[in-house]
């Protein structure tokens, strides 16, 4: 059992920008929905949750503010009661505040969840481990994009997902389904 006093629903980059970033195949298209279950749990128990933005500093990303692709998805809008933190690198904690504002409030415990495992979710999720955070990593809850390696060889968007889980698993964190966070919490 999850204590909800010292938990935080981490929602990282669930943004509109995220799917034109990549020409390649995405895996788990349920990701979107598995997140939206998740926020309206913790929701419903009032539990806290916090959301972060990616505002991309280059040019050309649908990520950079006053593009339409920095809005969030709507199934990781957050609620104007909702904390946001806004950054313009991959983890969650760099120039954001992100850390303070968690130690402050005695949380422990974070589940993470968001877009995309390779990138920001596996970026943050090191941090918060080596910051002394007990991190969940909601596997269902995140998804990627194939990638062609520097050699020339491709890997399918599962492949990938699967690898960056792997080599976050018991080192960093724990990774869980969403089945297994609801069961936890309830």
Not at 61 to 77: C, H, I, T, V
Request: net charge negative; proline share 3%; glycine share 6%.
């Amino acid at each position: 059992m999850t204590d909800l006093n010292t938990s935080v629903l981490l929602v990282i980059d669930v943004q509109v920008g995220i799917d034109a970033l990549f020409s390649s195949e995405r895996n788990n298209l349920d990701a979107e929905s598995n997140i939206q279950k998740l926020i309206n749990n913790w929701r419903e128990r009032g539990v806290e949750i916090i959301h972060v933005k990616h505002n991309s500093t280059a040019a050309d990303s649908p990520l950079r503010p006053g593009q339409a692709g920095n809005d969030f998805k709507p199934e990781g809008l957050p609620l104007a009661t909702e904390q946001l933190f806004e950054k313009t690198v991959n983890s969650a904690f760099i120039g954001t505040g992100l850390e303070a504002y968690l130690k402050e409030r005695g949380v422990t415990d974070l589940v993470i969840v968001g877009l995309t495992t390779d990138h920001c979710i596996s970026t943050s999720t090191r941090m918060a481990g080596n910051l002394g955070f007990d991190v969940s990593l909601v596997s269902d809850a995140t998804a990627t994009f194939g990638r062609t390696a520097p050699d020339g060889e491709t890997y399918s968007a599962e492949q990938v997902h699967k690898v960056n889980l792997l080599s976050l698993h018991d080192e960093f964190c724990r990774v869980v389904t969403t089945e297994e966070v609801l069961q936890r919490v309830t």
